[in-house]
């Protein structure tokens, strides 16, 4: 039952990281986005501001780079980057 349980935290832990990566690149899309909308000059939704629009684009991508990132877990990709770990 101890290994479950390192298992379930060692995939948390996963998750925490991955949610951490796909936010930071979310950020990036909406940063270079809004950058990109403020030099052309382009409206990107009518009625609404490109910053809500843009936010609403980020989410989207924040929510599909995540489950991207969460369908690659691996054990193994732990034991591959990790030569300690390998049984001897």
Do not use: C, W
Request: glycine share 6%; no cysteine; charged share 25%.
């Amino acid at each position: 039952m101890r290994v479950e349980r390192l298992l379930r935290r060692l995939k948390l832990e996963f998750v925490k990281v991955n949610l951490l990566q796909a936010a930071l690149d979310s950020i990036l899309v909406f940063l270079g986005a809004n950058l990109a909308t403020f030099f052309v000059g382009l409206n990107v939704m009518r009625g609404v501001s490109n910053a809500v629009a843009l936010a609403g684009m980020s989410s989207v991508f924040l929510v599909a780079d995540l489950g991207f990132r969460a369908s690659r877990y691996r054990l193994e990709l732990f034991e591959e980057r990790n030569p300690e770990l390998k049984r001897r």
